[in-house]
């Protein structure tokens, strides 16, 4: 046998059902593993932690294994929670039902579970069926039916004796769940690595291993991986898929990791902690949600109270805040969001359950809609639009469908972070839906809305020559008040490239105005041009000005004022006023020292080093530009905007 596992095993069994129903009893006749590893469990002949197996059961049709991972959870109410961490990311689920007992109070509640979690397939395992009589045996098929009519109605049922490996239901079972793996083999590998950790120990000689199903993507030796929330670093020293060691782990497989790093002193991984490759790391305190209220609840589901959320392997409290006007009311859905008390790694797709900690019981379930809630604006309508685009299935369809909402455009990153999607996958998305980009920017817009605005930009400039025939253009931030900087400006940076709009320094005009001066103010304003020019970025101060014109200084005070209004000169500091040119250039200077520093921002010293103009001159240059809207001062920085 190969030293390395295949990659065959690409699904993943989780039983559910009442306890004492021979859940580890049908798991052990599969596999041959009895998962009760514990000796509480062995002593009290009942499942009180999550258990792991895996057997071989068919091949592919690439020709490779197909091998089951199974997870056997809690039957007993009160193991629930252990229960729900390890149904993350089954692919199908094993209900198993005794004849003898029939659907009983873990049955539903597993299979409401199952259903909120949307599970997608499930199979039933009437189990006991040699201690019944055929009668018992009709009436417990029923009883089954009837349950299944609202969930899995498709489900097929294989009457068995579970603790019988030969037994012809036993072997039906398992002929039908290598058809499943067989169909799911060629599942896609799409997306980020991402593991839910239901299982963390040290190992002697070896360290940290943790186990876990893969919720999407690959891993393999060698890989730098985050422990999430915490975003403590990782690395992948060794790799196994059941009991064989691999060079790689993939989606639809359970697998357990061999950690190394010495962030992990730090902190140990625990159950309920996601391993995720560094680019999916994103924690997060607010669930945006599509989610539905169990019908057999008796009132609406509490806005206030505190409750359980199960995510992943994780539970964290939660609170409840419907959106859109949705009541809430037991067997409707509706848009919610989820305030959580700690942060947890989820993104678009993952599944949770709610549960009430105080009665013990399931309240709803459902799917996470956008893992980045905004605290403020949650119910707005222009949100609720947001939230119905970014609900639909595939990301193709959900961008599409937020680009023709979001004139304001769409936050490229921040979609494909939320959807999961690698750089590469994130790329074919945005080239296939044909997307204007913004420059420089995490921004992009649909052709028509891109086309739209830099019309719209167009038309206003029109309307202000009209309104202000005399001044040569205008500053761009008064042109569209509130339109994010960074497309306003990439806007008018594209009608002057097309050269529709010419600019000035910081003001903008269309290409076929020109203000229009008297002679003498035409005269004195080439004058002033031919002593500010030669000074680059320190011009000559008002009075020093004055001196070389041979002016009076309250004449060309005046002169200067109207000069800038105007738009042909701009007033940096009260006593300096400079050509349009130069004040693009003093803001080019900023630009390029807050690329070039660590932090992104730019303080007076900088500056005044880089453009030789004095620490005094520097400041007020500073201040110029964060009163003209291009940076922004935080206290101690000024950053430049967007």
Known sequence: MSRFAPDGQRMIVATAGHIDHGKT???????????????????????????????????SPQGEPLTLGFVDVPGHERFVRNMLAGVAAIDLALLVVAADDGVMPQTREHLS???LLGVPRCAVALTKVDRVAPERLAQARREV?????????????????????????????RQHLAGEAARLAARSLSGHFRLVVDRSFALAGAGRIVTGAVLSGRVQIGDELVLSPHGISAKVRSLQVGKQRTERALAGQRCAINLAGVDLKRRDPVRGDWLLAPAAHAPTDRLD????????ESRPLPSRQMLQLHIGAAAVNARVAALAGWDAAPGSSGLAQLVLESP???????????????????????????????????????????????????PAQALAALLAAEP???????????????????????????????PGSVWGLSVGHWRALRDRLCEALARWHADQPDLSGVAATVLAPGLRTVLLRAALDSLVQAGTVRRDGLRYRLAGHSAELSEADAGLLARVARCLAPAGLRPPIVGELATLLGLPQPALVEFLG?????????????????????????ARHARELATESADGGVDAAAYRDRTGIGRNLAVQVLEFLDREGLTRFDGIRHRPVD
Do not use: C, W
Request: aromatic share 4%.
């Open 25 to 59: 009893s049908l798991v052990k006749a599969l596999t041959d593993i009895d998962t009760d590893s514990l000796a509480e469990e062995k002593r009290r002949g009942m499942s009180i932690d999550l258990g792991f197996a895996h057997a071989e059961i068919g091949v």
């Open 113 to 115: 579970i199952l259903s």
């Open 145 to 173: 039916a009837d349950l299944l009519d609202t969930a899995y109605a498709a489900a097929p049922l294989f009457p068995l004796v579970a603790t019988d490996p030969g037994d012809a239901g036993v072997l039906a079972l």
């Open 289 to 296: 949600v599509q989610l539905r209220v169990l019908a057999s």
């Open 344 to 394: 947890v790694a989820a993104l678009h797709g993952d599944r949770f359950v709610l549960r009430d900690p105080s009665i013990s019981r399931t309240l709803a379930g459902g799917q996470v809609v956008d893992p980045f809630g905004p605290a403020r604006g949650r119910d707005r309508p222009a949100r609720v639009l947001q939230l119905a685009a970014l609900a639909l299935p595939e």
């Open 408 to 438: 304001g455009g769409v936050d490229l990153v921040r979609f494909a972070l939320t959807r999961n999607l690698r750089d590469d996958e994130a790329d074919a998305l945005i080239r296939a839906q044909s997307v204007q980009r913004v």
């Open 562 to 586: 109207r000069a800038h209004r105007l738009g042909h000169l701009v007033r940096v500091a009260p006593n300096r006023f400079y050509l349009p040119p130069t004040v693009a250039e003093l």
